[in-house]
């Protein structure tokens, strides 16, 4: 027993020996982890004074940047991460999930398709209604803007969605209502969502692969020939068709067809999952001619360099409306210069705005708002309105507002509302370029959030017979005037 305390203890010297010669020396090249992550710098002495050591600054800094530069630590993690995936099925990819079958999912698909993310009807009816207004003003130009609903995973695959998620007890969507509304308003849109679904049963080959996040390869090529048509039905323009030479048969996942399986960093790769990719003869199909604008989330990125360079003769791609591909994960990244929008809108033969379902809440990353006030130019947003812009689209914010809908059991659209007003308030006086309404709105929201103030107000709206929200305009406006003249 004693010697097999000694080999143990000299195993464990042994372990943190190399571990910290790997460190100093790097004599064992690893490879990276995947996913998005900053690399601290390493502990440096250099750091240190007696305020830091004092208020634990210093040691807690030293401490991260030891962990985070330990010798094998991606060795390590992807060790950790191996054994949770194949005894309990778990992945350490955040904001991802295994499901039912080992199929892999971006959580807020899910939360998507169960309707945990619908942000209103009244929230949806003003972007599509703004948007129509676009369309129409630019079919003045002869430019068709296309609104294309790209598929989602969890809706093409329900029955893998872990049980916990009550997939069976779903309430109003964002693509439904989005759907609908469109129809109604007359929008010219694209379906991409209905077109996979229509094809699930009678496709030969996975639309959507096991570990990815996007539609697969050979769904793609299915989808850049539905676009294409769609456009040169809408155009009236000539448009190719995208004819396969031959499909090219593999157990492996390429590409994007395993996206997570990458941001899982396992040391071996998950089951093989048998597909195919077609190959198509892009070289010998003549480009398009005409210019096209995209403004698209990341599913466009598969079309962009095979698909789109054959059926537009240029292409800008808008990544999330806001920066410019292929730069968007450069540091800094390249922003979408929106000075001159109208006229830049105009340049183009037809624009698309492409969304999946898991970015429907963003509404459109303000696209439509920004070519909104681009053709109305007096039509300015109030900044209370712009808060809650930000808060949909903002995926960390959003979540938050989600949890805090939840826990309060109000809808979700009435809690991100009660939040912008709140962050409206508290950063007013900080805002820059305030204007006429949004003093207003400012003292509107002072009144209702004090309860002597909105007392004294209901009692004189009832004396008058007034409504209540005409009185405290009444005094919102008075209020504001009031304090121009003692400034």
């Known amino acids: ?43 440096d002495l250099k750091y240190f004074t007696w305020k830091r050591w004092f208020s634990k600054n210093f040691q807690n800094d030293f401490m991260t940047r030891m962990n985070d530069n330990t010798g094998f630590r ?54 599509l209604s703004r948007l129509k207004n676009v369309m129409d003003s630019l079919s003045f130009y002869h430019i068709p803007l296309i609104l294309v609903f790209e598929p989602g995973k969890a809706s093409f695959y329900p029955e893998y969605i872990p049980e916990r998620f009550h997939p069976e007890k779903r309430t109003l969507t964002n693509y439904e209502y989005f759907l609908r509304r469109s129809e109604d308003l007359g929008l010219s849109y694209l379906d991409l969502n209905r077109y996979f679904l229509q ?152 624009i698309l705005l492409m969304v999946s379902e898991i970015n429907l809440h963003c509404c459109f990353w303000d696209f439509a708002d920004e070519a909104y006030r681009a053709f109305h130019p007096g039509m300015n947003d109030s900044k209370l309105d712009s808060i809650e812009n930000k808060i949909r689209i903002d995926r960390e914010w959003f979540r938050f507002m989600v949890k805090k809908s939840k826990e309060e059991n109000r809808p979700l659209d009435q809690v991100i509302r009660s939040n912008a007003e709140y962050a409206f308030i508290a950063s007013f006086n900080d805002l820059q370029g305030k204007n006429y309404r949004d003093s207003i709105q400012y003292f509107i929201l002072n009144i209702r959030n004090n309860e002597e103030w909105l007392e004294l107000i209901t009692k004189n709206a009832r004396e008058q017979n007034m409504p209540l929200d005409s009185a405290i305009m009444l005094n919102a406006v008075y209020s504001y005037s009031q304090s121009k003249k003692n400034q």
């Not at 080999?7 to 100093?24: C, K, P, T, W």
């Not at 999930?97 to 619908?118: A, V």
């Not at 990125?301 to 994960?329: A, C, I, T």
């Open 1 to 43: 027993m004693h010697k097999i305390k000694i080999i143990v203890f000299l195993v464990l010297i042994a372990i943190l020996a190399v571990s910290a010669i790997q460190y100093r020396y790097s004599f064992v090249r690893e490879s990276l982890l995947k996913g998005y992550y900053s690399q601290p710098a390493p502990p």
């Open 74 to 127: 991606n060795t390590l993690i992807r060790i950790k991460n191996q054994y949770d995936y194949s005894f309990f099925k778990v992945v350490h990819a955040k904001g991802f999930l295994t499901g039912r079958n080992r199929f892999l999912f971006e959580e807020d698909y899910i939360h998507e398709y169960t309707g945990k993310y619908f942000i209103g009807t009244k929230v949806i009816d003003e972007k």
């Open 199 to 350: 094809m699930r049963d009678t496709a030969h080959f996975p639309l959507f692969p096991r570990y990815g996040m996007h539609w697969s390869l050979y769904g793609v090529h299915l989808a850049a020939n539905e676009l294409s048509r769609y456009i040169g039905k809408v155009s009236g323009k000539s448009m190719p068709e995208f004819k396969t030479a031959y499909l090219q048969h593999t157990h492996d996942s390429p590409g994007t067809d395993y996206d997570i399986g990458e941001l899982c960093n396992l040391i071996f790769p998950m089951k093989p999952s048998p597909g195919v990719y077609p190959v198509v003869a892009f070289d010998s199909m003549p480009a398009g001619t005409m210019p096209a604008l995209i403004v698209a989330d990341s599913y466009y990125v598969n079309m962009v360099e095979s698909y789109g360079q054959k059926m537009f003769g240029r292409q800008d791609y808008w990544y999330y409306n806001g920066s410019l591909y292929p730069h968007q994960n450069e540091t800094p990244q390249v922003r979408v210069d929106k000075s001159g929008l109208r006229e830049k809108l105009k340049q183009y033969d037809v």
